[in-house]
């Protein structure tokens, strides 16, 4: 494989020519139109309007560079490929984290490194997390910047804690406490207990490897050769979510079943990206008091977040258009950028040190409560994994569904799950 | 049989058929039951889809039949987040287009059909019936490639032009045409016609109806087409309805409020041509003499 | 050109008009809709078929690697196929009744109905169809979820537990039928009712002067000049069920709880139609066509020996 990437990177370097040869240029001297493919733009709603507001800050900043916004579904990326099959300009993707491996080894993704001189690239790094920066790198080269990106936190309903006797300010810390007050809020109130979107329809695999984790397991080796998540640890982290099910504390919910019962106070708790927060704030609004608290872990082992969302990469092989999407980059991801990123679309910054600045989100942090756990993630965030080669949707998906039979389905977990490694396994590359 | 016939024979049917009604009354209570019933099956969920357009953002997960507080905050959000108005035009012009050209294409090749033997004719109606197991997704990008190639991406001409053809329009054509008596046509030829004149003259005019059901359906099954917009549109102002719809679909949950103001603004269109068409069905069974 | 026609008329019967003999005037009628097939679909397909046996990317700049079977192999190895497989029949099953049974009974009955009653129903049972899918799949979640749905308000207001309409593996899969089928009730009495107005009314007025009962009438008359047409929809649902529930199963279920709702379909877009492999993606569109098409077969054999009867 690792012959094979080299390869396809020298026929990439080939066909490129002079093009790569010479950096890219200091400055945008001339107009150009650069592509920005972005899924914010496919719905309607903050996250679009925030999108659209960054890029035309940016364009009024940078005469010469016209951004093009292109919609595109990231269910699926077929907008994507379809594109580069046809010669259209994609320059610049907002891709979902899972699709790194791909967008770098199909769609052409370039390392930052090998575009933008080594010091400016440093002089932008500087003040971003660390744990942050890693999202983004792959084979030992940044590939992405994580863009809008977030943790998994645990949402829940205060009102249904003071309703079964809990104390709201004690949130449960870990699985086990998560289970007693599950059964405890179910039996006193009628209402649902727990669910999440680790597993089930709709769910993406990022929330699953971080309880995998959590655990000190993980579901792919750090060579991203073997897959591990029918190990002993990660079995184990299974199990309990199988006696969570079997003792009636997670519910089986779809993605927006869950939402929506939250939202309407039906559920006591939630665990699921913080980039919910708006629209659940929102439900709960003069219904009943919505509070967060970070991943729940297994006893005393530290949990081991990580993220969802996604990352942007430059696919130009243009110089002067490498140098238009890395200057939209460094805007996007910019003390500014992240401020309206956090504040109105509801992820994470990148840039730890704006949260305590009072010029940019020092302010909304202190009326948005709700985001401290988000942030107190961030010290432990670790990569969500994408699976290699061209049959990584196929790979996923056989992981997931045999974690949810045997959460939900009744089926012995170790069997199961070694079962579906070793068919997942073969679609290695 | 011509049309004389009929015409005599017609008050003596509607006379009976009034017996008919008569003669069922006994079931006629439980058959009304069943029909109110199986109503409220089908306009439940729609009636649904209005209320909760008329909801204020906060009374969304409310179950009380009736809103509590009348509001049209989602109507306006709807029309100001997305061009909706720009879109329910663009998918107006491409549904009738589409219908218009597909039963067009329809009745030409479904006349081929029911007309002639020729060569290969079975295997070319299975295969005119086999692109239905063609799975869209499939074909979906090559087709892409072929309106870049043309130069036509983002255009609304890319929208139509692979639906030039459909199979269900084909062969519920060729089907009606082949129950069409063959008694009529060969008397038409006797007189000289030309199959031209025959299939526009004599065999169009007496498919009235299934014409006027077909229409609807092709409106229908375009109006509410998805997957190849989904690609082909790259600005709102030259997208459908269907991917405005689908934009307050998002991965951060459903806006409600604006999603069923918008699915409610996008199913009216097709409620008036239906209504529409459905009187041209029920006209054409009333006047056509021939069967 | 009359003469010509009419002395071959009668040399040979009208229903064993002229095989073997090349008009150019059939295909001159079929040659727009034929033109359509073949470049918007026929032509992708074929190189499907090629590219089946490749494990590619779709981009010019990337190879093409011949794998063989490989494809093919992993698809027919999904640990779910057989499941879905099974689910087909259910689905195919569950909507006949939905989408022709009821439909011809709705037909038949409203036809007798006076004008206004009959387009009153008419025009109720048509409307789910006008209603775009993704969007009737959200209502009718919303109105199923057992926490704030109104049919298990209803269902806890008499007295029962709520039912978990989509997330017990045994109900969903009925659950997507129904809805599909409310969906389709609609489309298929429209095509019923235009048929049964088709019927020559002096057709069933000659049955009613012999005596004739309304049940005998519907029997004798209607269902064997109907039935055509039902054997059309019979045909479609069998061939298309798995198609129509698609955007149900995707919106409502996404083929679970456990792959109690995965239908062929839903398995091959899962793992083919909406990768970006293109060999996966290929080879699980032929094998969905060349497995219904074998069914497609075996239908039109069928049909060909009613409609034969019908002539």
């Known amino acids: 494989m690792h012959r094979k990437a080299f390869l396809a990177g020298a026929f990439a370097l080939l066909a490129a020519g002079p093009a790569i040869a010479q950096a890219i240029p200091a400055t945008v001297d001339q107009p150009v139109t650069i592509t920005f493919y972005n899924y914010n733009l496919a719905s309607a709603g903050i996250g679009a309007e925030a999108t659209k507001k960054l890029v035309a800050e940016f364009m009024a900043a940078n005469p010469n560079i016209t951004v093009e916004g292109v919609p595109y579904s990231s269910a699926d990326a077929s907008r994507i490929q379809a594109d580069l099959a046809a010669g259209l300009p994609v320059d610049l993707v907002q891709t979902v984290f899972s699709d790194l491996d791909f967008a770098v080894e199909n769609f052409g993704a370039k390392a930052l490194e090998d575009l933008v001189p080594a010091d400016e690239l440093a002089a932008h790094f500087e003040g971003m997390s660390p744990n942050g920066l890693k999202l983004g790198v792959l084979n030992g080269k940044t590939y992405g910047l994580a863009y809008t990106f977030s943790t998994p936190v645990l949402f829940y309903n205060a009102d249904l804690f003071r309703a079964a006797g809990l104390d709201p300010d004690q949130p449960p810390k870990t699985w086990d406490a998560v289970k007693t007050a599950a059964l405890s809020i179910k039996e006193k109130t009628g209402a649902m207990g727990f669910t999440g979107g680790i597993i089930g329809p709709g769910a993406a695999d990022w929330l699953f490897q971080g309880v995998v984790r959590s655990n000190n397991g993980e579901v792919i080796s750090r060579d991203r050769k073997t897959l591990k998540f029918a190990e002993p640890e990660a079995v184990e982290a299974v199990q309990m979510l199988r006696d969570l099910a079997d003792a009636g504390a997670y519910e089986n919910m779809d993605f927006n079943g869950a939402l929506e019962n939250m939202a309407a106070g039906k559920l006591a708790m939630y665990l699921q990206t913080s980039a919910l927060q708006a629209g659940l704030v929102a439900g709960a609004k003069d219904k009943y008091e919505l509070r967060a608290s970070t991943m729940p872990s297994f006893g005393d082992k530290p949990t081991r977040p990580n993220n969802s969302g996604s990352a942007l990469t430059i696919h130009t092989a243009d110089p002067i258009k490498q140098r238009a999407a890395w200057e939209l980059m460094k805007f996007l991801t910019s003390k500014h950028g992240y401020t309206v990123i956090t504040s109105e679309i509801g992820y994470l910054p990148l840039r730890t040190d704006i949260v305590t600045d009072p010029q940019y989100l020092a302010g909304w942090v202190a009326e948005h409560p709700l985001v401290q756990p988000n942030l107190e993630q961030l010290s432990r965030l670790e990569p969500w994994d994408p699976m290699p080669g061209p049959n990584y949707r196929q790979i996923v998906k056989t992981m997931m569904d045999a974690v949810e039979m045997a959460v939900f389905g009744g089926a012995d977990v170790q069997p199961t799950l070694a079962d579906a490694a070793a068919n997942a396994q073969a679609l290695m590359p | 049989m011509t049309t004389e016939v009929i015409e005599a024979a017609r008050p003596a049917v509607r006379r009976l058929r009034r017996k008919a009604g008569e003669g069922i009354g006994l079931n006629s209570a439980a058959g009304h039951l069943v029909m109110v019933l199986l109503s409220l099956f089908c306009l439940f969920p729609v009636y649904w889809m209005v209320v909760t357009s008329l909801r204020p953002a906060n009374a969304i997960f409310e179950t009380s039949l009736w809103p509590t507080a009348l509001s049209l905050d989602n109507y306006a959000y709807a029309l100001n987040a997305i061009p909706i108005v720009r879109m329910l035009l663009n998918t107006l012009v491409i549904s009738v287009v589409v219908t218009v050209i597909q039963l067009m294409t329809g009745l030409l090749a479904a006349y081929a059909f029911a007309r002639w033997r020729f060569p290969f004719d079975k295997l070319i109606y299975a295969g005119v019936a086999l692109t239905w197991l063609v799975p869209f997704q499939v074909v979906m990008i090559p087709n892409y490639l072929l309106v870049a190639q043309l130069g036509l991406l983002d255009s609304l001409t890319a929208l139509i032009l692979p639906h030039f053809a459909s199979a269900l329009a084909i062969l519920l054509l060729a089907q009606s045409m082949r129950s069409f008596p063959r008694e009529v046509i060969e008397a038409a030829r006797m007189d000289g016609a030309r199959s031209w004149r025959i299939l526009w003259e004599v065999m169009t005019p007496n498919l009235r109806g299934t014409i006027a059901s077909l229409a609807i359906l092709i409106f229908i099954s375009t109006w509410n087409e998805y997957f190849w917009p989904l690609l082909l549109s790259r600005t709102a102002e030259n997208s459908v309805v269907q991917i405005g719809i689908q934009m307050f679909m998002t991965s951060e949950g459903n806006a409600w409020g604006p999603l069923m103001a918008a699915s409610t603004m996008a199913s009216l269109p097709i409620l008036v041509v239906y209504i529409v068409l459905q009187r041209q069905v029920v006209q054409s069974f009333m006047k056509s003499g021939i069967r | ?311």
């Open chain 3, 1 to 311: 050109m009359a003469e010509l026609s009419m002395s071959r008329r009668e040399a040979s019967t009208l229903r064993l008009r002229r095989a073997g003999n090349w008009r150019v005037s059939p295909w001159l009628y079929l040659a727009p809709a034929i033109l359509t097939l073949v470049v918007w679909i026929y032509w992708p397909l074929l190189d499907a078929v090629r590219l089946s046996f490749f494990q590619w990317n779709m981009l010019p700049t990337s190879p093409q690697k011949f794998v063989g079977w490989e494809n093919y192999a992993r698809i027919l190895a999904l640990p779910k196929f057989w499941q879905a497989l099974r689910n087909t029949g259910l689905y195919v099953l569950g909507l006949l009744p939905l989408a022709v049974l009821v439909p011809l009974a709705l037909a038949i009955y409203t036809h007798d109905l006076p004008a206004r009653s009959r387009n009153i129903y008419r025009a109720i049972i048509f409307v789910p169809m006008i209603i775009a899918p993704v969007v009737a799949a959200a209502v009718w979640r919303w109105l199923l979820d057992p926490g704030y749905g109104m049919v298990n308000t209803g269902i806890t207001w008499l007295g029962f537990d709520p039912v978990k309409f989509l997330t017990d593996p045994k109900v969903a899969i009925w659950t997507v039928i129904v809805i599909t089928g409310w969906k389709l009730i609609g489309f298929s009495t429209l095509i019923l009712s235009a048929a049964n107005a088709n019927i020559n009314p002096s057709l069933v007025e000659a049955a009613r002067m012999d005596g004739a009962s309304k049940w005998e009438i519907i029997r004798d008359v209607r269902l064997p000049l109907l039935s055509s047409s039902i054997l059309f929809l019979v045909m479609m649902t069998i061939l298309l069920g798995a198609q129509w529930s698609f955007t149900y199963i995707n919106v409502l279920t996404g083929g679970g709880p456990l792959g109690a709702t995965t239908n062929i379909y839903y398995l091959l877009w899962d793992f083919g139609f909406s990768s970006m492999s293109v060999g996966w993606s290929s080879a699980s569109a032929v094998i969905l066509f060349l497995g219904f098409g074998a069914i497609a077969f075996f239908l039109f054999k069928l049909i060909d020996r009613y409609s034969f009867h019908d002539n």
